[in-house]
């Protein structure tokens, strides 16, 4: 539970945030800073013709006929060479002068959580994520930390994480509402069972869990609906078990305020496409019963791309699987708890594909980001070096540079080299990165 002092504490950071960037904007009007950006940009709504074309691009895929077939491997040849390129090229950080660095008055003072899911169990290998982003980045800018668990959290578990952190550090314990977590009562249990049986018979990954359907429709939706984010603007996702390999020193959720972000991630994959098989279709459905929340710069090669795992794009009906990996994923809540976001999630829930398939937070949540967000505002944190198993972001350094443990090899993706193909960046590299976004680093 959390107590009134959280709320408060919280409430007074967003407060403390949206009057500095309040006062900002004013302050900066008139000169040519036209990289602050603000959410509020007045969003000029498509035109039918646009919409014609968006709905014609989603049912097109990405290579037509005759390159898939006479280039296919030349096309994934080259998208193994642009990711082992971009990779290899050395960097830092974001370059830019307003980075806020630890010390600075706005230094984690971002209206942000850092966010994890977990179970009492999972109490040695949560503390291990958490001692290395601590050392990597957090000991210097003080987030707050808030774990959700669908069980009540054990004194113990709650004892050994704060003894980990300093005093005045606020930390949330949650237990989800059962609502938001159990299979809801509309779910047809003999549907459910059998569907599962047959998924599980094509090898589709946990799909006989029912506490993993429940997880990746807590994911997708129910989790920024808590009590314990009301108040939040970010929310950096960690999970047990993962790694971090280089220091950030840099703001990293004051970047994302100051340049208009609203999705922060490090892997992007292709997906099991049995766990999604209706996804695609059913997502389509909803584009065009309400084709006003397309986004005019939607990442829409990236979900159509058809040549790198062409079973996936044809068991789908059209869809790439490419997503982030949501195991590392910094959300702008309020994307979220935007009306397309919300409306996408009721619809999905009637659907009821989180238990009649698998559908995982990852595809969800990228379907929403490529047809409803403007892909500028999509942000792969190349500089941040993660790793969960089997895959890991690792940047190259500058010579001499001891930012990185170097604990892992630059654009190593996995250590087995048959997954490379599961690597979807090189398309976002191509298709989904602007000049602005490539340019950063
Ligand atoms: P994978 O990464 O897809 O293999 O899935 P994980 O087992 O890592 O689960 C994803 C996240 O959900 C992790 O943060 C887990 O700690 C969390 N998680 C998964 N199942 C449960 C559950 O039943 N209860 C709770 N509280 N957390 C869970
Ligand atoms: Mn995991």
């Not at 959300?331 to 659907?351: A, G, H, Q, T, V």
Request: glycine share 4%.
């Amino acid at each position: 539970t959390i107590s009134d002092d959280h709320l408060a504490s919280a409430r007074s950071a967003y407060e403390q945030m949206k009057s500095y960037f309040d006062s900002y904007s004013d302050s900066t009007q008139d000169t040519t800073s036209a990289d602050i950006s603000k959410p509020e940009d007045a969003v000029i709504p498509l035109t039918q013709e646009e919409i014609d074309t968006i709905l014609d691009r989603l049912e097109t895929p990405l290579y037509n006929a005759t390159m898939a077939e006479e280039y296919s491997k030349e096309i994934i040849n080259e998208n193994m060479n642009l990711y082992k390129k971009v990779l290899s090229q050395p960097i830092i950080e974001p370059q830019f002068d307003d980075l806020i660095r630890p010390g600075h008055p706005l230094a984690g003072k971002a209206n942000a959580t850092i966010l994890s899911l977990v179970q009492n169990q999972d109490i040695s290998s949560i503390i291990s994520t958490i001692e290395q982003l601590e050392d990597k980045f957090n000991n210097k800018f003080g987030y707050p930390y808030t774990f959700m668990n669908d069980a009540e959290f054990s004194d113990t578990f709650k004892k050994e994480i704060l003894a980990l952190l300093p005093k005045e550090r606020i930390v949330h314990f949650v237990k989800i509402r059962p609502d938001d977590w159990n299979k809801p009562a509309s779910i047809d249990n003999v549907k459910y069972i059998e569907a599962v049986d047959k998924l599980a018979s094509e090898d589709v990954q946990y799909v006989k869990k029912v506490s993993y359907h429940n997880m990746c429709r807590f994911y997708s939706s129910k989790f920024y609906h808590q009590e314990a984010l009301t108040y939040y603007k970010y929310a950096w996702r960690i999970e047990p078990d993962v790694n971090f390999y280089c220091n950030i020193d840099y703001d990293m959720f004051q970047f994302m305020e100051m340049h208009d972000k609203i999705y922060g991630f490090t892997l992007n994959l292709y997906d099991s496409p049995q766990s999604v098989r209706s996804l695609w279709n059913d997502t389509l459905e909803f584009v065009k019963e309400n084709p006003q929340y397309l986004n005019r710069d939607g990442a829409y090669e990236w979900l159509k791309e058809n040549v790198q795992n062409p079973e996936n794009y044809n068991i789908t009906g059209g869809y790439s699987t490419c997503h982030f990996w949501t195991n590392f994923e910094i959300n702008n809540l309020d994307f979220l708890r935007s009306e397309p976001y919300e409306k996408y999630m009721d619809f999905l829930e009637k659907k009821g594909g989180f238990y009649y398939e698998r559908w995982g937070d990852a595809p969800v949540r990228s379907l929403a980001l490529g047809l409803f967000a403007d892909k500028s505002k999509i942000h792969w944190f190349r500089d941040v070096a993660y790793h969960h198993f089997p895959y890991t972001n690792c940047p190259s350094s500058p010579p001499g540079s001891n930012r990185c443990d170097k604990k892992c090899i630059p654009g190593k993706f996995s250590p087995y080299d048959n997954l490379y193909v599961q690597n979807c960046m090189a398309t976002w590299l191509k298709y989904g990165m602007t000049d602005e976004e490539s340019k950063m680093y």
